[in-house]
Protein backbone atom coordinates (compact mmCIF):
# COMPACT_ATOMS: atom_id res chain seq x y z
CA UNK A 1 0.00 0.00 0.00
CA UNK A 2 1.41 3.53 -0.66
CA UNK A 3 1.96 5.64 2.00
CA UNK A 4 0.10 8.82 2.34
CA UNK A 5 2.82 11.19 2.62
CA UNK A 6 4.36 9.36 -0.92
CA UNK A 7 0.61 9.93 -2.27
CA UNK A 8 1.10 13.73 -1.24
CA UNK A 9 4.96 14.44 -2.66
CA UNK A 10 3.85 12.77 -6.33
CA UNK A 11 0.44 15.15 -5.83
CA UNK A 12 2.43 17.96 -5.31
CA UNK A 13 5.19 16.78 -8.14
CA UNK A 14 2.06 16.80 -10.37
CA UNK A 15 0.60 20.13 -9.68
CA UNK A 16 4.21 21.75 -9.93
CA UNK A 17 3.41 24.38 -12.99
CA UNK A 18 6.20 23.04 -15.97
CA UNK A 19 8.41 26.36 -17.35
CA UNK A 20 7.82 27.44 -20.70
CA UNK A 21 9.05 25.54 -23.47
CA UNK A 22 11.50 27.07 -26.01
CA UNK A 23 8.43 26.08 -28.83
CA UNK A 24 6.26 29.12 -27.20
CA UNK A 25 3.95 26.67 -25.24
CA UNK A 26 2.19 27.20 -21.75
CA UNK A 27 0.76 24.33 -20.78
CA UNK A 28 2.78 21.53 -22.08
CA UNK A 29 1.45 18.54 -20.75
CA UNK A 30 -2.52 17.84 -18.61
CA UNK A 31 -1.05 18.20 -15.24
CA UNK A 32 -0.31 22.15 -16.27
CA UNK A 33 -3.87 22.61 -17.26
CA UNK A 34 -5.30 21.19 -14.08
CA UNK A 35 -2.93 23.11 -12.14
CA UNK A 36 -4.32 26.47 -14.23
CA UNK A 37 -7.99 25.59 -13.84
CA UNK A 38 -7.57 24.50 -9.85
CA UNK A 39 -5.71 28.04 -9.59
CA UNK A 40 -8.82 29.77 -10.93
CA UNK A 41 -11.27 27.89 -9.06
CA UNK A 42 -9.06 28.57 -5.44
CA UNK A 43 -9.04 32.11 -6.61
CA UNK A 44 -12.84 31.88 -7.08
CA UNK A 45 -13.68 30.71 -3.68
CA UNK A 46 -11.67 33.46 -1.96
CA UNK A 47 -13.76 35.76 -3.80
CA UNK A 48 -17.00 34.23 -2.48
CA UNK A 49 -15.49 34.20 0.91
CA UNK A 50 -15.39 37.90 0.39
CA UNK A 51 -18.69 37.78 -0.93
CA UNK A 52 -19.91 35.99 2.56
CA UNK A 53 -18.17 38.49 4.64
CA UNK A 54 -20.71 41.44 3.23
CA UNK A 55 -23.51 39.60 2.56
CA UNK A 56 -23.26 39.30 6.50
CA UNK A 57 -22.97 43.03 6.89
CA UNK A 58 -25.66 44.09 4.57
CA UNK A 59 -27.97 41.17 6.63
CA UNK A 60 -27.64 43.46 9.83
CA UNK A 61 -28.61 46.48 8.11
CA UNK A 62 -31.50 44.62 6.75
CA UNK A 63 -33.01 43.48 10.12
CA UNK A 64 -31.81 47.03 11.49
CA UNK A 65 -34.18 48.67 8.40
CA UNK A 66 -36.92 45.87 8.78
CA UNK A 67 -37.82 45.27 12.69
CA UNK A 68 -40.51 42.53 10.98
CA UNK A 69 -37.65 40.80 9.45
CA UNK A 70 -36.61 38.12 11.55
CA UNK A 71 -34.71 38.05 14.75
CA UNK A 72 -32.25 40.68 15.80
CA UNK A 73 -30.27 38.71 17.75
CA UNK A 74 -30.63 35.49 15.40
CA UNK A 75 -29.23 37.81 13.17
CA UNK A 76 -26.25 39.35 14.65
CA UNK A 77 -25.33 36.07 15.81
CA UNK A 78 -25.37 34.64 12.42
CA UNK A 79 -23.59 37.82 10.85
CA UNK A 80 -20.97 37.10 13.28
CA UNK A 81 -20.64 33.43 12.23
CA UNK A 82 -20.73 34.36 8.61
CA UNK A 83 -17.94 37.32 9.40
CA UNK A 84 -15.50 34.45 11.34
CA UNK A 85 -16.08 31.65 8.73
CA UNK A 86 -15.01 33.89 6.06
CA UNK A 87 -12.09 35.02 8.42
CA UNK A 88 -10.84 31.57 8.71
CA UNK A 89 -11.51 30.41 4.74
CA UNK A 90 -9.46 33.31 3.79
CA UNK A 91 -6.82 32.84 6.66
CA UNK A 92 -6.42 28.79 5.90
CA UNK A 93 -6.46 29.26 2.44
CA UNK A 94 -5.83 26.10 0.28
CA UNK A 95 -6.57 24.30 3.48
CA UNK A 96 -9.67 25.39 3.46
CA UNK A 97 -10.65 24.80 -0.32
CA UNK A 98 -9.42 21.54 -0.02
CA UNK A 99 -11.23 20.37 2.96
CA UNK A 100 -14.62 21.44 1.60
CA UNK A 101 -13.52 20.02 -1.52
CA UNK A 102 -12.91 15.93 -0.01
CA UNK A 103 -16.29 14.70 -0.06
CA UNK A 104 -19.69 15.46 -1.11
CA UNK A 105 -20.89 16.01 2.79
CA UNK A 106 -18.12 18.45 2.84
CA UNK A 107 -19.18 19.84 -0.08
CA UNK A 108 -22.59 20.06 1.39
CA UNK A 109 -21.45 22.10 4.62
CA UNK A 110 -22.18 25.47 3.43
CA UNK A 111 -26.02 25.22 2.49
CA UNK A 112 -26.71 23.14 5.57
CA UNK A 113 -25.08 26.06 7.48
CA UNK A 114 -27.66 28.69 5.52
CA UNK A 115 -30.66 25.50 6.04
CA UNK A 116 -30.03 26.05 9.40
CA UNK A 117 -29.71 30.27 9.54
CA UNK A 118 -33.20 30.39 7.03
CA UNK A 119 -34.88 27.37 9.69
CA UNK A 120 -34.36 29.59 12.83
CA UNK A 121 -34.47 33.15 11.60
CA UNK A 122 -37.75 33.27 10.03
CA UNK A 123 -39.95 35.02 8.40
CA UNK A 124 -38.60 36.62 5.43
CA UNK A 125 -35.28 36.46 7.19
CA UNK A 126 -32.53 38.57 6.72
CA UNK A 127 -29.98 36.00 6.79
CA UNK A 128 -30.97 35.47 2.95
CA UNK A 129 -27.84 37.45 2.02
CA UNK A 130 -25.71 35.10 3.95
CA UNK A 131 -27.58 32.09 2.28
CA UNK A 132 -26.83 33.03 -1.03
CA UNK A 133 -23.41 33.95 -0.40
CA UNK A 134 -23.20 30.44 1.05
CA UNK A 135 -24.47 29.09 -1.60
CA UNK A 136 -21.78 30.94 -3.93
CA UNK A 137 -19.15 29.53 -2.18
CA UNK A 138 -20.99 25.75 -2.53
CA UNK A 139 -20.86 26.23 -5.73
CA UNK A 140 -16.98 27.52 -6.42
CA UNK A 141 -16.40 23.64 -4.81
CA UNK A 142 -18.56 21.75 -5.94
CA UNK A 143 -20.87 19.83 -8.72
CA UNK A 144 -23.54 21.38 -10.65
CA UNK A 145 -25.50 18.74 -9.28
CA UNK A 146 -24.86 18.88 -5.76
CA UNK A 147 -25.44 22.65 -5.91
CA UNK A 148 -28.82 22.34 -7.10
CA UNK A 149 -29.56 20.27 -4.57
CA UNK A 150 -28.29 22.42 -1.91
CA UNK A 151 -30.10 25.26 -3.41
CA UNK A 152 -33.30 23.74 -3.28
CA UNK A 153 -33.17 23.02 0.27
CA UNK A 154 -32.06 26.26 1.43
CA UNK A 155 -35.01 27.64 -0.67
CA UNK A 156 -37.41 24.93 1.09
CA UNK A 157 -35.80 26.42 4.37
CA UNK A 158 -36.71 29.82 3.57
CA UNK A 159 -39.89 28.88 3.02
CA UNK A 160 -40.08 26.59 5.92
CA UNK A 161 -38.53 29.45 8.18
CA UNK A 162 -41.60 31.93 7.14
CA UNK A 163 -44.30 29.29 7.85
CA UNK A 164 -43.10 28.32 11.32
CA UNK A 165 -43.19 31.63 12.22
CA UNK A 166 -46.97 32.08 11.39
CA UNK A 167 -46.27 34.30 8.24
CA UNK A 168 -48.05 33.49 5.13
CA UNK A 169 -45.99 33.22 1.79
CA UNK A 170 -48.22 35.67 -0.15
CA UNK A 171 -49.63 38.30 1.94
CA UNK A 172 -52.27 40.91 -0.10
CA UNK A 173 -50.58 40.39 -3.40
CA UNK A 174 -46.98 40.53 -2.18
CA UNK A 175 -44.90 37.47 -3.69
CA UNK A 176 -41.64 38.22 -2.31
CA UNK A 177 -40.98 35.04 -0.26
CA UNK A 178 -41.88 32.94 -3.15
CA UNK A 179 -39.20 34.67 -5.20
CA UNK A 180 -37.01 35.07 -2.67
CA UNK A 181 -37.04 31.11 -2.13
CA UNK A 182 -36.80 31.25 -6.32
CA UNK A 183 -33.72 33.70 -6.37
CA UNK A 184 -31.72 31.26 -4.28
CA UNK A 185 -31.96 28.55 -6.85
CA UNK A 186 -31.20 30.68 -9.60
CA UNK A 187 -28.73 32.24 -8.27
CA UNK A 188 -26.60 29.48 -6.98
CA UNK A 189 -26.81 28.02 -10.65
CA UNK A 190 -25.55 31.24 -11.81
CA UNK A 191 -22.44 30.85 -9.96
CA UNK A 192 -22.00 27.44 -11.00
CA UNK A 193 -22.16 28.55 -14.47
CA UNK A 194 -19.54 31.00 -13.76
CA UNK A 195 -17.28 28.29 -12.04
CA UNK A 196 -17.86 25.99 -14.82
CA UNK A 197 -16.67 29.03 -17.21
CA UNK A 198 -13.47 29.29 -15.12
CA UNK A 199 -12.25 26.09 -16.07
CA UNK A 200 -13.44 25.92 -19.42
CA UNK A 201 -11.43 29.16 -20.16
CA UNK A 202 -8.53 27.45 -19.05
CA UNK A 203 -9.28 24.35 -21.69
CA UNK A 204 -10.06 26.36 -24.69
CA UNK A 205 -6.42 28.17 -24.01
CA UNK A 206 -4.94 25.08 -23.69
CA UNK A 207 -6.70 23.67 -26.86
CA UNK A 208 -6.15 27.13 -28.43
CA UNK A 209 -2.16 26.83 -28.09
CA UNK A 210 -2.30 23.23 -29.63
CA UNK A 211 -4.08 24.59 -32.67
CA UNK A 212 -1.84 27.82 -33.08
CA UNK A 213 1.22 25.12 -32.78
CA UNK A 214 -0.20 22.88 -35.27
CA UNK A 215 -0.30 25.95 -37.70
CA UNK A 216 2.63 27.06 -37.56
CA UNK A 217 3.95 23.88 -38.29
CA UNK A 218 1.79 22.99 -41.32
CA UNK A 219 0.85 25.84 -43.47
CA UNK A 220 -2.97 25.60 -43.95
CA UNK A 221 -4.09 26.31 -47.25
CA UNK A 222 -7.64 29.13 -47.49
CA UNK A 223 -10.06 28.36 -50.26
CA UNK A 224 -11.21 31.75 -52.27
CA UNK A 225 -14.79 32.24 -50.60
CA UNK A 226 -15.75 34.94 -53.25
CA UNK A 227 -15.56 32.16 -55.78
CA UNK A 228 -18.10 29.57 -54.22
CA UNK A 229 -21.71 29.97 -53.98
CA UNK A 230 -22.31 30.78 -50.83
CA UNK A 231 -25.10 28.49 -50.08
CA UNK A 232 -21.90 25.58 -51.27
CA UNK A 233 -19.54 27.30 -48.77
CA UNK A 234 -21.75 26.93 -45.91
CA UNK A 235 -22.80 23.30 -46.72
CA UNK A 236 -19.31 22.58 -46.51
CA UNK A 237 -18.95 23.99 -43.15
CA UNK A 238 -21.56 22.36 -41.56
CA UNK A 239 -20.39 19.10 -42.70
CA UNK A 240 -17.51 19.69 -41.63
CA UNK A 241 -18.28 20.37 -38.11
CA UNK A 242 -20.63 17.96 -38.14
CA UNK A 243 -17.64 14.95 -38.89
CA UNK A 244 -14.72 16.95 -36.83
CA UNK A 245 -14.42 15.54 -33.38
CA UNK A 246 -13.00 18.99 -32.03
CA UNK A 247 -15.29 21.28 -30.66
CA UNK A 248 -17.56 18.97 -28.79
CA UNK A 249 -15.23 18.10 -26.15
CA UNK A 250 -16.28 21.59 -24.23
CA UNK A 251 -20.09 20.70 -24.56
CA UNK A 252 -19.82 16.97 -23.80
CA UNK A 253 -17.38 17.26 -20.38
CA UNK A 254 -17.02 19.47 -17.68
CA UNK A 255 -13.87 20.94 -16.73
CA UNK A 256 -13.50 18.79 -13.52
CA UNK A 257 -13.98 15.58 -16.13
CA UNK A 258 -11.39 16.71 -18.22
CA UNK A 259 -9.05 17.58 -15.21
CA UNK A 260 -9.31 13.83 -14.03
CA UNK A 261 -8.66 12.86 -17.50
CA UNK A 262 -5.74 15.43 -17.83
CA UNK A 263 -4.24 13.79 -14.78
CA UNK A 264 -4.95 10.03 -15.91
CA UNK A 265 -2.96 10.43 -18.73
CA UNK A 266 0.20 11.97 -17.23
CA UNK A 267 0.12 8.53 -15.60
CA UNK A 268 -1.02 9.60 -12.25
CA UNK A 269 -3.07 6.43 -10.30
CA UNK A 270 -6.43 7.56 -9.12
CA UNK A 271 -4.94 7.65 -5.44
CA UNK A 272 -2.60 10.58 -6.42
CA UNK A 273 -5.11 12.52 -8.65
CA UNK A 274 -7.23 12.87 -5.97
CA UNK A 275 -4.61 13.56 -3.54
CA UNK A 276 -3.66 16.34 -7.08
CA UNK A 277 -7.69 17.53 -6.88
CA UNK A 278 -8.04 17.80 -2.93
CA UNK A 279 -10.66 15.42 -3.67
CA UNK A 280 -11.26 11.57 -2.56
CA UNK A 281 -10.82 8.32 -4.52
CA UNK A 282 -14.64 7.98 -4.65
CA UNK A 283 -15.33 10.85 -6.49
CA UNK A 284 -12.06 10.49 -9.18
CA UNK A 285 -13.94 7.05 -9.72
CA UNK A 286 -17.31 9.02 -10.42
CA UNK A 287 -15.83 11.63 -12.63
CA UNK A 288 -14.05 9.06 -14.99
CA UNK A 289 -17.05 7.01 -15.06
CA UNK A 290 -19.54 10.37 -16.08
CA UNK A 291 -16.67 11.17 -18.29
CA UNK A 292 -16.67 7.23 -20.72
CA UNK A 293 -20.43 8.09 -20.45
CA UNK A 294 -20.35 11.15 -22.10
CA UNK A 295 -18.20 10.28 -24.81
CA UNK A 296 -18.88 7.21 -24.98
CA UNK A 297 -15.66 5.19 -24.53
CA UNK A 298 -15.78 1.86 -23.36
CA UNK A 299 -12.60 2.31 -21.25
CA UNK A 300 -10.54 4.93 -19.60
CA UNK A 301 -7.16 4.37 -21.65
CA UNK A 302 -10.18 4.75 -24.87
CA UNK A 303 -11.21 8.21 -23.51
CA UNK A 304 -7.69 9.24 -22.73
CA UNK A 305 -7.42 7.98 -26.82
CA UNK A 306 -10.43 10.37 -27.97
CA UNK A 307 -8.85 13.37 -25.81
CA UNK A 308 -5.49 13.27 -27.29
CA UNK A 309 -6.73 12.59 -31.03
CA UNK A 310 -9.06 15.63 -30.06
CA UNK A 311 -5.73 17.10 -28.78
CA UNK A 312 -7.11 18.03 -25.48
CA UNK A 313 -4.52 16.29 -23.83
CA UNK A 314 -1.34 16.61 -24.86
CA UNK A 315 0.66 13.45 -26.53
CA UNK A 316 2.87 11.34 -24.76
CA UNK A 317 6.85 12.55 -24.59
CA UNK A 318 9.90 11.35 -23.65
CA UNK A 319 11.32 12.03 -19.96
CA UNK A 320 10.00 13.42 -16.98
CA UNK A 321 8.51 16.90 -17.26
CA UNK A 322 8.19 17.87 -13.64
CA UNK A 323 11.74 17.17 -11.30
CA UNK A 324 11.71 19.47 -8.44
CA UNK A 325 9.24 18.52 -5.12
CA UNK A 326 7.02 21.12 -3.72
CA UNK A 327 5.77 22.04 -0.36
CA UNK A 328 2.20 21.00 0.40
CA UNK A 329 2.20 22.71 3.92
CA UNK A 330 1.09 26.08 2.22
CA UNK A 331 -0.42 25.54 -1.08
CA UNK A 332 -1.42 29.46 -1.48
CA UNK A 333 2.01 29.56 -2.73
CA UNK A 334 0.67 28.05 -5.40
CA UNK A 335 -1.34 30.65 -6.32
CA UNK A 336 0.93 33.43 -5.80
CA UNK A 337 3.52 31.76 -8.08
CA UNK A 338 0.96 31.29 -10.95
CA UNK A 339 0.24 35.13 -10.99
Known amino acids: MTDSNEIAAVAGKAMLPSPISTGGE??????????????????????????????????????????????????????GCGFGLSAVGLALGWR????????????????????IMLLT???????WWMAFALLFVMASISSTSLTLLGAVLAAGAYIGGTLLRGSPLVYRGDTGN??????LIINALAARSIGEAFGSFVMRLHRLEAEIRDTERVPKKVRNMMSEPRDAVAATSASNAHKSPRGGWRAVLTARQLEVAFLVR????????????SISRRQVERLLQQARERSGAATTSELVAMLVRSQFVPPPRDGIWCEEPIDLSGPDDLASSSA
Open 26 to 79: VLRSGADVVYAAEDLYFRLFRMMLVLLAAASAWSVWARLADAQRGSLILTAVYA
Open 96 to 115: AYAWLRYSRIRQLTPAIVAV
Open 121 to 127: DGPHSPT
Open 178 to 183: LIGAAM
Open 266 to 277: DGLYQDEIAACL
